[in-house]
Every structure is written in C-alpha cells, then in structure tokens.
C-alpha cells in the first residue's frame, strides 16, 4: 500500500461579510422632454441593518449583480432593516407640477407595493415624498430584496399642451449564500486486481492519498482531500517490481510515481521492489495558492511479479484525487466621490414665479450621492492567500512564510578566473509584513549538484535569522558582485566559501525548510537529478529571471514561470532588488501552420506544428492562441490552446501534442513543446491562430493564420483523418491570415483519395520541400554483367523555385533491401546540397548510365547505391539519418520482398503517372506503371518524365453497378466493367459525368478515367471516400471522387469527350438514368440507399445515351423494393441474379427427422442461364439458430452446377431424393451434408464469395436471431415466395413470403413456382386524411393492411364519404378491388399528380377530384364491403356521417386527422379518443409538409402556456396553465419540464415539475398551483408546496423546456415561453409584469408553442392600465377571450379636449365627428349621435347606454353590450330576437351569443393589443460557473 500525506496549515473561512458601511444610497435623476417641457425627477433609495455589534451596515447592492451580504449557509440570520426610498420633483417652474398616474408610479419593496396616499395628488416642485419602513430581511430562505421606486405621469399645467414626467430606480438587493464546507476522509484508498491473460495470475494491490491541512478558524486538523472525484481507472499486487521510467523523463512514460499538481515526487527508492505485506510512503510538505482552484494528486503502481512464486503477472493500480478551492470574490468597497448637493432648494426660473409651491427644498431627501462611482479595484492573484503545506507538530503550527527564488545570474565574461565573475541569488518574500524583519522559518538556501537528488548541504546559505529588505528582497552575493552593487546585496558569501554564488555555470537550486536529516523544498529552480547543462534551465553565461506574474513558490520547478537569457553580460543585467525581468514577450506576427498531423489509428499521437522563426529563444507574448473550429459548426470552440509565455524553442517550431504519447510514437522524448489534449485539433476541424480574444465569427478575431474553411462540413479537402496536411515551403513564408488557401497545402487523405499516413510517414520539427521518385530502371538485357546495365533513379522537385538551387533539406535516397524493415544506410545517397537541374529533375545514374546518357545524369554513383543493385527493391526518399528518420516518398512496399509482386520492375522500369505529382510515404500501386521486358531501347531518357505508354480506349466500357448502401453514404461507389483495357492504362478524355436530379445539365464536377490503370480483373471502382476499403475490402476501390460519385437520385454516363456541356450523342458509351427527368412519380432508376445492379447477358454491351431500365435491377426503385446495406453489396463481381423460391420441412406422423422429405429451391430468372452451368463462384449456406457467420460445413457450392430448363436448381436432403425422385438436382449423402439437411427452420442464404469474403445475395431469414417461432418459422410446413418478388433480396421481406403451417410432403411443388395461398380476408383501416392548407390539390386518404402488404385486394372494398350529414354515402366511391397494397403495407390514394410530385412518389393511386381523397376536413370517410345483398357494411370509419363535420370534433380543415397507433383494429363507430386532429403550428393549420404519407406515428405533442395567475387578493392562489390542442386526455411522454425564472435571474429556480408521465385533462388543461390555494381538483390537477413552480410572481418568467429532469438548470431547449429571463422587468420589459393581475395567452394568435416571448401574443392584466385581477375573476382549467377592462379613472380637474367641429364634449371626451353631443369620458367617431358617459360609438344616428359599444346603425343596446348589427334594438339579458345580454356580444344579424364568447378577431383586439414591444430572445442558459467570495474549503 502506497499513500501521499499531504500536511497544510491554517486556512481561514470566512462567515458572514457584509459589504462597506460606506455603501451609498442609489440615487437616479430622470429627465423627459414633452412639448417643450424639460421634467426632473430623482428618485432615491437606500437600506441599512445594524450588526451584532450595533455598527449601521447597509442591505444595499452596489448593483443589481453584487450581493450585499456574503452569509454562509449554515450561519444565516433574519436582519432587522430600515428602508428609505423617495421621489423628488426637482422641476423649478411653478406650472410643473407632476400628476402621478397610479399602478405605474409606487414605491415597492419585495414585491410588496406600499400604500402611499401622497402619490393620490400632484406632486409640486420642489417637492419630495420619502417613504421610511422597518423591514425583517431572512438571509436564509430568500437570496434577493427588490426595492423599486417610480413616479410617472403628466405636468398638465405645463405650456404648449403640459409635459410629461418619468423616474425610476431599482435595486435587487442579492443575498448571496457560501456552502458549507464538506469535510472528506483523511485518507483515500483504491484496492485493485490485475489478471494477466497470459498467465492467469492475479496482481493484489493497494494506494492511497491523504493530504491534511490546520484550519486557522478552529484550530482543527481537517481533510483538503475532495470527497467526491473521479477515479478514472482501476485495476492491481506478491513481490512487485516497479517500472521506472524513461531517464531524464519522469513525468511522461507509464510508470510508477508519486504526482502532485502535475510534477512527480523525485523518491530514489519508489523503483526498488515492494514485498509481500508490505506498503511504501512517501510524506512531503507542499504549499498550496488558494488563487488556484484545483490541486490534482494522484499515485500509480505500475510494475510486474517477475520475482514472484506466482510468476510473470502484470501489476497495475491508480488513484487520482483533487484539492478542490471554491473562490469567491470579495464584496465591493468603492470610494464614493463626493456626492451633489441636492438639499438645496431648486434655482428658480427667472421668467416664471412659483404659484401653486414655492421654491423649496425637498422635504425629507436623503444624503445620497448620484450613482456615478469608479468600479472597486479588481484583486490580483497575488493578493489572494497562499496556504502553506508544511509539516504538522503535535503542537500548535508554526506558519510559514512563502518566500521565493526571483533571479539567479552567472554573466557571460570572457578571460580572468571563475571566481571573479559577480553572481548573485535574489530572493522575495512576497508577505509585507514582515518586510524589515528577520526571518524565523528554518529555512536555507542550496544547491543540487549535477545529477544528484539529494541537496550538497555543505553550500547550504541559512536564511534564518537574516533581514528582509524594506523592499521584500533578501539578495546574495558572491564578493565579486558585491564589489559591483555595493549597496544592492544583502548578504555577501566570502571568496572561495562553499556557497551557490561561488559555483561556476549552472546548477538546480532551491529554498528548503528543515536540515539534512528532514526537509521540504519550499520553491525550486531546475530539475534535481538531472544535470542542468545543455537544458532548458541552463543559464550559465547569462542569468535566469522569474516572470513577475508567477508571485507563489513553486516545486517542482516550472519551466514556463521562467525567462533564461543567453549570453548576457554584466551591463545586461539588472542591478539586484529590482524585480523586473525587462523582457518584452515577443509579438509572433509571422507565426506559420506548417503541419497539422492525426497518424494513421494514432489519435493520442496528433499533432500540429507552427513555426515562427523570429520569436525563436524567446517567450511569446500574451493573448496568442490555437482555436479549433469543430466541422459544421457556426463558431469557434471556446476550448483553445494558450500560447502566452510558451518559450520557442531555438528552431524557431512549436509543436503541439494531443498527449505525450506522440513523443513515443516518433522517438523523441523532447518533441512537444504544449499538451493541447482533446483541444487539439481533429482531422476534419478548421484551425486558427488568434491574436486575442475569441469571437463567434472570423471577422470579430485577429486571425494571423488559418487551416481549413470555418464551418463547412461533409467530404472535406482539408480532412486530413489519419493523415496529414503538409505546407509547401516557399522562400520566405507567409501566413495567410483568415483566409485558408488549400493551393499552398498537400492534404493527406483530403477528399480526392489520397492514401492514409502513419508516423512513418511524418516529420515533426522539419518543414522540407516536396520531392518525389518518376522513374527506376532495370533493363532487359540478356548476356551482359549486371554491373555494365545502365540503370538510373530520377526524380523530381515540383517547386518550380528551387530549380537550379541546390537542396536544403537533409534528404537521403536510401535502399530497403529484400524484407528489410530499416534503410541499409550503406546505401545512402545524400542530396542535402545536390542541384536541382533546370526542369526540376536530379537524375541518379550507375556508371554505365553514365556513360549512355551522359550529361543527362546529373550524378552517377560509383558506390553501393540505389542504382547498383541488380533487379528490383524498395527504394524511398527520407528526411533524416539513422537515429531518426522519416519517409517522404517511397516506392514499393516497406518489410516485403519486391520480387515476383506488383512492384517488381527488374528486367524494365517502373514509372510514377504525371497526375501524381505529391509525395506518398506509403506507395499506391495506382500511381504507378511497370513495364517489363523493356530493353535499353525502350525506356526513354532521364530529365523526361512521360511514361510514353499506349492507352486503351475503353469502347467495351459498360456500368455494372451503382451503391448508395444504407447508413453508409460515405462508402457508395459506381462499378465500371472493360475486359478489353484489363491491365492497361484509359486513354485521354474519358470521364463519368453525372446529371443531378431534375438538372438538364450534368454537373461540372465529374470523374476522370484518363491514365486510370485498369486491374486486371477488369473492372474500375469509382468510390465516393476511403471509408469504402473499410466498409468493403481495403483492394476495393481504384479511384476516390468525393462528392462527384453519384448520388441516388443522379442519371450517370461515360463519356469521351472535354465540353461536357455538349456531348454528341456519338461519345456517349455507356449511361444510367434519364438524365434532367422528374417526372410525377418517382424515378425508376433511384438507388438511394440501395443500389443498382446490371442483368448479365451473354455477350454485355454498353447502351450508349439510351438507358434501358429493362436491364437493371434497382433498390429501392419506384416500385419500393427495400434498401440494401453493405452486406448486400458484391464490388468487383458481377453475377446472374438467382433467388430462393421454396424452402420445406413438411409436418409428417411417426417419421424420424432424418426421414422428413425437405428441399430449397432456386430461381434463375435470366432465360441465357438454363441450361448452363453457374459460372459465378455461388452457395448455399444455412446461418443456423442466431449465428451471424454461416455454417461453411454445410455449404452448398452453386458454382458448375447446371440450371434446370425452367430456371430451377433444387438441392433436397437423402429422404427428400428418395420422395421426390428427379425432380431433386442435387441431393445431400452421408459424407456431403447440405442445407435441405436441416431439422425445423433455419435461416439460409444463397451468398457469393467464401469464409474470407461473401456477400449476401437472396437471404430467407433474419440474421442473427433463431427463426423458432418467430415470422419466418416455416417447421412443420413450408415457405413460399410470392410471385411478384422476382429479384434477389439481401435482407429478408416478409411481405414477400407466404408460410404454410401444417404443409404435408405433397403440397412441395419443386421445379414449380405456384404462389395462390391468399389470405381470406384482408385487414384495412383508415390511419390518416390530409388536407394540408397551401394546396387543395396535395390531399390524399391513407388505409393500412397488416395481413395484405404486396398483394392485390381480392375483396369488394370501397370507400365512401358522407357530407351533409344526411347518413348517405355520396356517389363518387373508390373501387379498392384489384388494386396492389403496398410491400410496406399502405395504400395511399390522393387526388392529383401534382400530389405525387410533392411527396416524392409515395401515393399508390391517383383518384381524382370529388372523391372520398378529396375531403376538405369535414367530411366523414369509411372503408365499406358489399354484401351479397347489395348493401354496404361499414368495416372502419372516420367521422360520423349523421352530421355536418364543421367544427365538431371531427373537422380537420386545412390540416390532418392521424389515427392513434395503438389504435390497430378495424372500427364500425367512430371513436374520437383514436384520433388526433393536428393544427400543424401554422395559425391552426397544416401544411404539406407536415403529412407523411406511408408512415404511422403518432404527431409530435404540442403544448404551451395559456396562463399565468398571481392574483390580488391572496398569493394562495397563484397557479400556471398549460395546454396541448392536439393530446387532451393523454399522458406527457416527452422529455419536458416546467420551470420557473426569478427577476432577472437568467437560471431557473431550483425546484422544477418533470412533467413527462402526467397526463392532461379531457379538455387539454394541466393546471399547476399551491396547496394552500383551495382550488378545487377540477380546476388545479396539481397542488404543489408553496415555494414550488406554481408559486408564480407577477415578475417572473416560466418556460416549458426540453429536458431529462435531473435539474432546473440542465435543459436542450426551450419549448414555450412566458418572459425573457435575464434581463428583468425594467424598460420595455415592464409590460409583462402581471403582478396582483394575470397574464392570457391570446386565443386568436397562433395556437403553437413560441421558444421567443412575444408580448402581442398575451394580455397582461393589470399591465399599464392599473386594474387588479382578484381570484375570482381567473378561469385555471378554461381558456377564454379576456377583453382588457376600463382604465382607472382620471381626477376630474383635467383639461378636456376636441378634434371635432360643431360638437359640445364635457372633460375628457373626445370626438372626430360632427354634431355630436358626448357625455363625459365618451368617445365618438360617427355622426348626429348621443352617446351616455363612458360608451362609445362608430356607429350613425344610434344612442347608447353608459359603457355601450355600438358599430352598427340606429341601435339601442343596454349597458356593457356590443353589438354589429343594423337596425337592431336589444334589451337587457334578452336571449331572441337580435337581443344581447349585458357583455354579450353579436357578431351578425339575430344572432346572439353568450358572454365571453366573442370570435370578432378586429373587436378583440381593438381593445386588447399590447403595445408592440421589441423582444431579445432570452438566453438560454447552460452549465453556469457562481462568482463567490474569497473563501477557501476542500470537499
């Protein structure tokens, strides 16, 4: 058992803080101009409580975001408070006093309005009203206290028609609460248990981590180990050996070490062997910088049992655990500028003299100060505590205090003695209070010599005892610098003494506290152990400086807090005590992508290399960062790599590691310079290297250079997935800023089929220019001494800038000869400094090549090179020499002998294809010609790259086959077939060009065949991406073309020619499809998610622009035959299609298994075939019980065996040939079993190929799942195909076989195919009706049969429709009688084409107008069966036809009614429960979009809220409605919840309704509401605490959001919402505050959920008009048409006002008519009217009746009623006779309707409609990251 003690002094917690006491009060002064008038308002607030120790704090928030109390959460108290709040007229005028409008001017504390009988009277300049409460504030239960104070209203007496007067202020007032501490185990334990697979043995082991601390608040030892961690593995112990790591490289290998905060524990010890029982520890003292918020520690066992009794057993145990500090930051303490005077009196106008008040100051105005105070001071991390791990006494601890290293210095002086050289050690100790004093920790200075682990105590410097500067220094100096600072050195070691500053160079050195005998490093500088020279920390002939940010003691040393400057002088370094490195970081603006790199299947092994030669040796400036951009995404990731303060390194590169593994993987223990982990880049992201911030677009960033094109997404150029993608290097490099220019890249594999690249492959720290191998020769010359055949190596630098120049690069051209993994180096021909020729070759030649082609060599090697081996080998280009090397390009194949292979090219040559002009450090046979037998006469001269090869012209070429398989779009592929080119190469100009669909031009992104070599099997795949080798085999494909393979749905043709735009029909070879075709159905020749495969005739042929469908098989078709996947796919085979037809196991008595008669039989539906044998390399094979492979020992080999005349092979079992007699082909023995051999059902296959590779060609059965008793069980009777199903399936259909249960031997019928077993009745419903809204036209009625899928319906079936409601069918019936049911099993019947054209062929029959499809939704519609009497039996209904449909709950109009889908029986009476009737979204509509015809399922839920209720009378009665139109009666199974948004809190409250599982009410309500409420369970179906989600505030924001209900805050997104949360409810928010009121959806705006709050949708009562809504006036479980009430009244003193001419209008009445008389408060807009106080009319010559309405003429209608009617009189509560009761309203002539049901859309809304407010969508909030305030705890 292993176990880390981690020991930590006092930490301090902090209970309760308050803010300042100097907290001001919030004073805001308003201004508002109306006509002319300029009006001042100031309104005020403050809030204070006394302490416990009676000392006035104030409960006011700086701001709305900052809490004014901190309160830890078991420590919370109920304040006593006094409130101030006041609104001042600070207007001058006397004629400027304000009138407060009540309802929206109020002093409001906590959502209380106080009652303020002032605000009922003008307010007069000068003047101020101050409202002064005691208030009980409980910290405990309530985190926020809004305080709000507003005046609004007019100056009516102001001039040029009075002014108008706003003033507003508001604080939330937040409580912000700390969680207590949670204290953890002292020591964590991880047992584990290791079982080797190749012993067996089990490794037994244990460790542990304990980490302690001193808590300064009581004194006690405590935990600082979390409780709740990650342990991410598990596994391991007898006598264990641990592995030790790599020398020099601790921290990277996987081995055992102790680790804290990223750095290993340096134990000499830890690798020694552990014995049985026994138990290592290790116990150091570290210090932890509370600014930091997690301190990982974690310890591994890695080792084996080698020495143990029980053998060779691997060991493996881990644990990980985390110091986690939770910081919150401290309360505001700003200094308040000196306020305003306010107090005193207002400067009067000189013009004007108050009348109505004088001039005064206001009464009882606060002393505020105007809120315009600096921000507080933000607290460096520096200034945060550092909490000292030290070593724990029994008694109490001793702190100590941090003090670190800051500059070591051992200047660059040439000539005089080591020993007169001025050095110094400065020193800092960070804490000001004891800055002057001595230090009393026993601490000492010393070095660690060389390579040794342990300090040379004999130069140890005791700083105990020593003085600190006044400045914080303690600086040591050796006599020689002292004699140069005099005055700056503290202390001065003698000359010649044992002490740092008198050792010469470099050295690690460290402050320790303790002696010999025990000590902690306190902070460290270089890496003990390992000899500093040479190494990053080596500063010898310079100095070392610490970067001022990094202010803590750090051990182990960190690299990166540090600056070491080279080859500085005594004139170059600062004088010591003063802390200031003087570096400026450098400004990287040349920084350069130069590889991005992901080795083949090494994803922890990627990479990305910059370069940025001029910031070499140097520090990089703040702000740069590498920021991936994840394929298909609109926006950066936020996750990014940090460059500030990276030291590159002195090749200028900096290379970025996705984990150290990539240091394994290319051998080099030094090549990553920063671990980016997942951050690194993936090989499909876009890359950018920011200077700055991180924005959501480019244009917002400072990009200084790019990979790749932001946001795209698909088949990538830049995808560089187990590849790389290398720059080229021109002279000068430039980065390319925003824009990505794939020009100056080599993208590997990128979409155009370049091959894969491993490590081998790869050159980290090394930019090289491209350079391939054209051509290697080995002539066919007979008689002649191998060493005297001219031979030659060419190749080639593409760079057209490098041309005679000599290569810069360390390239070699080596040999890997035979079976030779390595290079034999003896070979080597270095061209590091050869020329480059002027056409951009370098020609190798052996002396005899020399002499035959002289100059043309470039150079000729007399040694044992390339071109002195005789016959073939593997030859390549490399970067590097033999301790490390990579390929750059290669011929041949790595580790296998080229003779007698693909890359043999002795007796010829091999040349590289001109269209492969990139290196491979993998070869591609593809990209390459060999030619044997060629003599020296036949190869062309060096310096000439023209392979000068005849190519083919593929006439013969003919399209076999196109793939598009299921699921694996990325692997589809078209399969090109001409014998006659096998092995040569495709002439010029031959391409495959595809049309898209409904395109009359075929695309100009096509495929060139040019140059292709064909194999020698004939055919060329053309596949779409790499992904096919995976999905196929890795030889399948020839070609890789992207996005121009063909689709589906594109028509495809080869073609010679170049206009592809204009082919004549001459060059046209071979095609597929109809080119440019729509068509009303769909295409016959689409293959989507399937595939097309070509009949094979005797003679194949191609069919030039004709296609001729006749010759295909195409899945699925327009006939819907089933996808295909993979698995059915058969590339580089062309075959004869053959299917299975019958498949027996008869149900006999009294016969033994083995003596059952059983056969299969197959069918050749290809007439050339009968009669012949089966050339194709076909079996039968039987995949027994749920075996997913076949069971090859029964296999039955097709191949040779002749097919009947008829088309039939039957293969029988022994009894089966004895029943059947010749009518079996083929029978099983005793000795050669075959699939007819099998007892009972099993699943069989006719495949095509062998054990190591087959596909499926016609497959009976599901694979993978034993047929017993399952739809596909065919014991005891038979299977039959049917007849229509003529083509080979490679995934079973059942809707295409028929089983026979009970099936005796002679109902077989070999060599017959008999398919008449019918079912006897078949099973129809109804399961949906369509009359989408946008077009008449795209109706259809859709029926279902799950008996009759496939098959034509036997039975007289009709369908009819009522209409009228007269119980009679209409006359226009559909005939369902010989009609073929669909082999999915629907039967769509629509009205038009036009219908089939929109949902893309999926209607079965086009019946026309006026027929039962053609139901405007209020139609009712049965299937009917005539009986032999003649009458029609309903089987299934919709609707029913007793009635008119219109607005019953049967009236779909213009949208669908869906049938419910575990509603599946057949029905005679409608059942309005099995139905849902969709609105679709649209204003209650639906859409064609919204239908989907051939499929069943249940329409998506719709549901939003319809009310909010936070009633005046009693807060008991708050409750939430919500609402589905289309589930009412059924249960919520949806991911939902119901949530609700406090103020302005952007997160939800805690407490949340998970409403997946409830269920609405008949009528569609679920009401939420409180307990205490009294709702009856009639109206609220859910009682909740009081503060649950129903506990719903005028000023809060409820959402109904998708999520999986683990808590409030953890949603995808929202749904329905009701307020915009985050944002308040100040300014234009102040509309939907529905406190002591209600708010109502609309019910004529849409009826759909809106994830965006839009005021106009809802009425807000009592909104901006002051009315309060009481209990009793809300409806919860109704949804009624709420019209908005009267305003308040007004005071009757004001002015009045007219616009009319000839009229008499008492105060506030208003009139734009003529001759008119209005009683007061009426409103008139008609001519010659009376009108009676508070109505109104539009109407002529009507009079009405106080608060009438009347839009019609010469009416009369009673109080509160509304009428449209002419000539109408209506009394009070009269129901007849165009009579309306008191609020009813009446819409047309004599027609009356009840209260409250008005459908008048313009009447509602004249009263109702908000006013138009613009909403910001809200924020939808994620994981959110609490700010708190400085306290430090472990849990």
């Not at 350079?771 to 007979?782: H, K, L, M, S, W």
Request: proline share 8%; hydrophobic share 30%; glycine share 8%.
């Amino acid at each position: 058992m292993k176990s880390i003690h981690l020991f930590l002094s006092s930490i301090a917690l902090l209970p309760i803080l308050a803010s300042s006491s100097t907290n001001p009060p919030l004073v805001v002064e308003t201004t508002r101009t109306k006509n002319g008038n300029l009006c001042t308002i100031q309104t005020s607030l403050n809030c204070v409580y006394k302490d416990e120790n009676g000392i006035e704090q104030p409960c006011l928030s700086n701001t709305d975001k900052e809490p004014f109390l901190h309160v830890r959460e078991d420590q919370c108290q109920t304040l006593d408070a006094t409130v101030t709040m006041s609104v001042c007229n600070l207007n001058t005028r006397a004629d400027f006093s304000v009138r407060p409008i009540l309802g929206k001017s109020r002093f409001t504390f906590n959502g209380v309005d106080y009652v303020v009988n002032e605000l009922s009277s003008d307010i007069a300049p000068g003047q101020c009203i101050q409202v002064v409460r005691n208030e009980k504030l409980d910290t405990c239960t309530t985190k926020n206290y809004p305080m709000t104070v507003a005046l609004e209203g007019p100056m009516p007496d102001a001039p040029n028609g009075g002014g108008y007067c706003y003033g507003y202020a508001h604080r939330k007032n937040r409580v912000r609460h700390i969680p207590k501490p949670i204290q953890g185990d002292s020591e964590i334990f991880a047992d584990c248990s290791t079982e080797s697979d190749f012993t067996g043995h089990v490794c037994l082991s244990t460790v542990s981590i304990s980490c302690k601390y001193i808590d300064r608040e009581d004194g006690l030892q405590k935990s600082c180990v979390s409780i709740n961690d990650d342990v991410p593995f598990h596994a391991n112990g007898n006598i264990i050996t641990p592995y030790p790591p790599v020398p020099e490289n601790s921290n990277k290998v996987n081995s055992t070490y102790f680790r804290f905060n990223a750095s290993d524990f340096m134990v000499p010890y830890v690798f020694d062997d552990i014995l049985q029982s026994n138990c290592k520890t290790l116990t150091r003292q570290v210090q932890i910088d509370t600014c930091r918020k997690k301190w990982p520690m974690s310890v591994q066992l890695n080792g084996n049992m080698t020495k143990s009794v029980r053998g060779n057993s691997y060991c493996y145990c881990y644990l990980f655990r985390k110091s986690v500090i939770r910081v919150f930051p401290a309360p505001p303490n700003p200094s308040p500028p000196t306020p305003p005077d306010v107090t005193k009196a207002p400067t009067a106008a000189p013009t004007v003299a108050p009348t109505a008040a004088p001039t005064v100051a206001p009464t009882a105005a606060p002393s505020p100060i105007v809120e315009a105070y600096s921000a507080p001071p933000t607290k460096k991390a520096s200034q945060f505590p550092t909490i000292d791990i030290t070593s724990m006494p029994s008694s109490s601890p001793v702190p100590l205090k941090p003090i670190i290293l800051t500059e070591i210095t051992d200047p660059a002086i040439i000539g005089g003695s080591p020993n007169d050289i001025p050095r110094f050690v400065e020193m800092y100790v960070p804490d000001v209070s004891i800055h002057g004093d001595a230090i009393k920790d026993n601490l000492k200075l010393v070095i660690f010599p060389g390579s040794s682990t342990e300090p040379d105590w004999s130069t140890a410097f005791d700083l105990k005892g020593k003085t600190v500067d006044l400045d914080g220094f303690v600086t040591l100096c050796n006599e020689a610098a002292d004699g140069i600072y005099i005055d700056a050195c503290s202390y001065v070691a003698p000359k010649g003494s044992s002490s740092p500053v008198n050792v010469d160079g470099c050295y690690n050195i460290a402050i320790v506290e303790g002696d010999a005998n025990e000590y902690t490093i306190v902070d460290m500088y270089g890496i003990p152990g390992r000899v500093c020279t040479g190494t990053i920390s080596d500063f010898s002939d310079g100095r070392a400086v610490r970067l001022d940010n990094s202010t803590f003691p750090n051990s182990p040393w960190d690299q990166y807090n540090w600056e070491v400057i080279k080859d500085e002088d005594i004139d170059g370094i600062e004088e010591p005590g003063d802390w200031n490195p003087g570096i400026t970081p450098c400004d990287p603006s040349d920084i350069i992508i130069t590889e991005v790199a992901y080795p083949n299947g090494l994803a922890s092994s990627r990479y990305v290399e910059l370069y940025l030669p001029q910031c070499a040796g140097q520090r990089i400036k703040p702000g740069i960062k590498l920021v991936r951009w994840p394929e298909g995404s609109n926006q950066p990731s936020v996750i990014h790599i940090a460059l500030q303060d990276v030291i590159v390194p002195k090749d200028g590169f900096i290379i970025i590691c996705q984990s150290l593994a990539a240091e394994s993987t290319f051998s080099d223990l030094d090549l990553c310079d920063v671990i980016g982990g997942n951050r690194t880049p993936l090989g499909t992201d876009s890359i950018l290297v920011v200077d700055g911030p991180i924005a959501s677009n480019i244009s917002g960033m400072n990009v200084i250079d790019s990979y790749g094109f932001p946001g795209s997404s698909g088949t990538l150029s830049s995808d560089f997935t187990n590849g790389r993608a290398v720059r080229y290097r021109p002279a000068i490099p430039t980065n390319s800023g925003a824009v990505w220019n794939p020009s100056q890249w080599i993208v590997y594999p990128s979409n155009d089929g370049k091959n894969v690249v491993g490590p081998e492959g790869m050159d980290p720290r090394v930019w090289v220019n491209p350079i391939i191998i054209t051509e290697i020769t080995d002539p066919d010359i007979v008689g002649v001494n191998p060493v005297d055949i001219p031979r030659f190596v060419e190749m080639y630098i593409p760079d057209d800038n490098l041309r005679m120049k000599p290569v810069k690069d360390n390239l070699k051209l080596v040999v890997f000869p035979g079976s030779s993994k390595e290079p034999d180096w003896s070979t080597a021909f270095n061209l590091k400094g050869k020329m480059v020729n002027s056409k951009g070759f370098i020609t190798l030649c052996n002396p005899a090549g020399g002499q035959r082609y002289d100059e043309l060599c470039d150079y000729v090697a007399f040694s044992n090179t390339a071109v002195n081996f005789d016959g073939c080998y593997n030859v390549g280009i490399v970067q590097g020499d033999s301790e490390r090397y990579s390929v750059v390009d290669m011929y041949g194949i790595i580790g296998s002998s080229c003779v007698g292979t693909i890359t043999d090219f002795s007796d010829g040559r091999a040349v590289r294809l001109q269209n492969t002009t990139y290196p491979e450090s993998a070869w591609d046979q593809y990209n390459w010609e060999i030619i044997k037998g060629e003599d020296i006469d036949d190869i062309q001269d060096p310096g000439d790259w023209n392979p000068d090869i005849t190519p083919c012209d593929p006439r013969d070429i003919i399209i076999t086959e196109l793939s598009d398989p299921k699921s694996r779009g990325l692997s589809r592929y078209i399969e090109l077939y001409l014998p006659l080119c096998a092995g040569q190469r495709i002439k010029p100009g031959v391409k495959l060009i595809r049309w898209p669909e409904l395109s009359a031009q075929p695309s100009m992104s096509h495929v060139i065949l040019q140059n292709v070599v064909v194999p020698k099997d004939g055919f060329i795949l053309v596949c779409r991406s790499v992904q096919a080798l995976q999905t196929f085999s890795a030889d399948t494909c020839e070609i890789f073309a992207g996005d121009s393979t063909p689709s589906g749905k594109d028509a495809v043709a080869v073609v010679i020619g170049d206009n592809i735009q204009s082919i004549p029909s001459s060059d046209f070879i071979d095609s597929y499809g109809y080119p440019g075709s729509s068509g009303s159905m769909k295409s016959p020749s689409d293959f989507t998610d399937g595939r097309a495969m070509r009949l094979k005739p005797i003679n194949p042929s191609n069919s030039g622009q004709l296609w001729k469908p006749e010759q295909w098989l195409v899945y699925p078709g327009n006939d819907r035959k089933n996808p295909v996947g993979p698995e059915g796919m058969d590339p580089r085979v062309w075959i004869n299609p053959v299917i299975l037809t019958e498949i027996t196991d008869p149900s006999t008595d009294s016969v033994s298994p083995g003596n059952v008669p059983r056969l299969v039989e197959m069918y050749f539906s290809d007439n050339h075939v009968r009669g012949e044998p089966v050339q194709d390399n076909l079996k039968l094979v039987v995949f027994p019980g749920a075996a997913t492979e076949p069971d090859w020992s029964t296999a039955f080999d097709l191949k040779g065996k002749f097919v009947g005349t008829d088309g039939f092979i039957t293969v029988c079992n022994g009894a089966g040939s004895l029943y059947y007699g010749q009518l079996c082909d083929f029978a099983s023995s005793s000795g050669n079993p075959n699939p007819a051999d099998y007892d009972g059902c099993y699943n069989v296959a006719i495949i095509q190929g062998d054990e190591t590779s087959y596909n499926i060609v016609d497959m009976y059965g599901v694979i993978g799942y034993n047929c017993r008793g399952t739809e596909s069980d065919f014991s005891d009777g038979r299977a039959v195909r049917l007849t229509n199903a003529t083509y080979p399936e490679s995934s079973w259909e059942r809707y295409h076989w028929r089983i026979i249960k009970g099936a005796d031997p002679d109902m077989a019928d070999p060599h017959q195919w008999v398919d008449d077993i019918l079912p006897s009745f078949c099973n129809l419903i109804i399961t949906e009706l369509a009359s989408p809204i946008d077009s008449d036209n795209a109706r259809y009625i859709e029926l279902y049969s799950d008996n009759c899928a496939g098959r034509t319906i036997g039975d007289d079936f009709k369908v009819v429709h009522y209409d009228g409601g007269d119980g009679k069918p209409e006359p226009e019936q559909i005939d369902l009688e010989g009609l073929v049911i669909g082999d999915d099993g629907f039967l769509v019947l629509c009205t038009t084409i036009e219908a089939n054209i929109i949902y893309d062929g999926k209607c079965d029959f086009i019946v026309g107008k006026n027929t039962p499809a053609d139901n405007d939704g209020n139609e009712s519609v049965a299937i009917v069966l005539e009986t032999p009497s003649g009458e029609l039996g309903v089987v299934d209904i919709y609707g029913r036809p007793d009635r008119d449909g219109t607005l019953t709950d049967q009236d779909f109009t213009d949208g669908r009614a869906i049938r419910d889908t575990s509603a599946t029986e057949a029905s005679d009476e409608w059942n309005p429960d099995d139905w849902f009737i969709v609105p679709g979204g649209r204003d209650s509509n639906a859409e064609a979009d919204d239908m989907d015809p051939r499929e069943w399922k249940d329409p998506p839920l719709q549901i939003f809220i319809t009310e909010l209720a936070d009633p005046s009378d009693t807060a008991a009665k708050r409750f939430i409605e919500i609402y589905t139109p289309n589930y009412p009666g059924k249960v919520i199974e949806d991911d939902l919840m119901l949530i609700r948004f406090e103020g302005d809190s952007s997160l939800p409250v805690d407490d949340y309704v998970c409403l997946k599982g409830m269920e609405f009410n008949d009528d569609g309500f679920m009401v939420f509401c409180r307990l205490d409420g009294g709702w009856s369970d009639k109206k609220c179906q859910h009682k909740l605490s009081m503060d649950s989600v129903a506990n719903v505030q005028g000023t809060d924001d409820v959402a109904i959001v998708r999520g999986s209900c683990t808590d409030s805050s953890s949603y995808d997104n929202i749904v329905d919402i009701f307020g915009v949360p985050g944002v308040g409810v100040e300014g234009p928010y102040v509309e939907q505050v529905f406190t002591r009121g209600r708010a109502v959806r609309r019910k004529d705006v849409d009826k759909a959920p809106k994830s965006i709050f839009d005021a106009d949708d809802w009425i807000i009562l009592p909104g901006t008009n002051g009315n309060l809504v009481d209990s009793e006036e809300c409806d919860p479980s109704e949804w009624n048409d709420v019209v908005m009430p009267d305003p308040l009244p007004d005071s009757p003193s004001s002015p009045s006002s007219s616009k009319g001419k000839g009229s008499s209008l008492s105060p506030k009445s208003s009139s734009k008519g003529k001759g008119n008389t209005l009683s007061p408060k009426s409103s008139s807009k008609g001519k010659g009217n009376t009108l009676s106080p508070k109505s109104s009319s539009k109407g002529k010559g009507n009079t009405l009746s106080p608060k009438s309405s009347s839009k019609g003429k010469g009416s009369t209608l009673s109080p509160k009623s509304s009428s449209k009617g002419k000539g109408a009189t209506l009394s009070p509560k009269s129901s007849k006779g165009n009579t309306l009761s008191p609020k009813s309203a009446s819409n047309g002539k004599g027609v009356t309707l009840s209260p409250k049901t008005s459908k008048d859309k313009d009447a509602i809304l004249s009263q109702t409609s908000p006013k138009n407010t613009k909403t910001a969508a809200p924020k939808v909030p994620g994981k959110k990251v609490r700010r708190r305030i400085s306290e430090v705890y472990f849990n």
